[in-house]
Nanobody, 122 residues
Framework: QVQLVESGGGLVQPGGSLRLSCAASGFTLDDYVIGWFRQAPGKEREGVSCMGRSLGMIYYADSVKGRFTISRDNAKNTLYLQMNSLKPEDTAVYYC???????????????WGQGTQVTVSS
């Protein structure tokens, strides 16, 4: 059974950091790639980052470039999103999702996690 489980969300002050994890089961990171999305209150869900199978195939939304870093541990079948210099506008529910090839089109993603809340506030 395919499953994605996010963790690592929480409350952090502006300028702070969090690391989100996405643990995959039922498939390996060779079968699918993982993208991160987020949905802020009252807004549509948007793409944040995606890591392809090959080195260098890493994508970030303009709003997070230079602050967020995506990485993976194939041995643990887990993907990470290191979020630094967090801003109040980063407040959202963050989701990881599995797709054959990185895309910003959410309909192409086959599996989704349940989401983890990130709140950036003083």
């Amino acid at each position: 059974q395919v499953q994605l489980v996010e963790s690592g969300g929480g409350l952090v002050q502006p300028g702070g950091s969090l690391r989100l994890s996405c643990a995959a089961s039922g498939f390996t990171l060779d079968d699918y790639v993982i993208g991160w999305f987020r949905q802020a209150p009252g807004k549509e869900r948007e793409g944040v980052s995606c890591m392809g199978r090959s080195l260098g195939m890493i994508y970030y939304a303009d709003s997070v470039k230079g602050r967020f870093t995506i990485s993976r541990d194939n041995a643990k079948n887990t993907l990470y999103l290191q979020m630094n210099s967090l801003k109040p506008e980063d407040t959202a529910v963050y989701y990881c999702a599995a797709v054959f090839r990185c895309s910003w089109y959410q309909t192409r993603y086959d599996y989704w996690g349940q989401g983890t809340q990130v709140t950036v506030s003083s």
